[in-house]
């Protein structure tokens, strides 16, 4: 799923993205509160600046994932594998 299917979803209501494989989607500054993202795929996502408020994050997997200026006040990160997180994208 790409970047701009995810938030159109989510735009439209969508909250369940458990299982959902975001790969290298980019999330720049998305609005993304209580977002079920249980045990998605977030390789190389950029989630520069955006907004995880209460999202679901339980076994997410966020292999080098993006998080410069991301707000995750109380996403839940149980489980979540959190290798090599950054707060700069690579050039």
């Not at 959902?20 to 500054?29: E, I, P, R, V, Y």
């Amino acid at each position: 799923m790409t970047g701009k299917e995810f938030i159109e979803q989510y735009n439209e209501g969508r909250r369940d993205f458990s299982g959902a494989n975001l790969h290298k989607a980019d999330l720049t500054g998305a609005n993304l509160t209580r977002a079920d993202l249980y045990k998605a795929n977030l390789i190389y996502v950029n989630l520069t600046g955006a907004n995880l408020t209460e999202a679901n994050l339980f076994g997410a997997y966020l292999f080098k994932v993006y998080l410069e200026k991301a707000n995750l006040t109380r996403a839940d990160l149980t489980e979540a594998n959190l290798t090599k997180p950054s707060c700069t994208k690579p050039t």
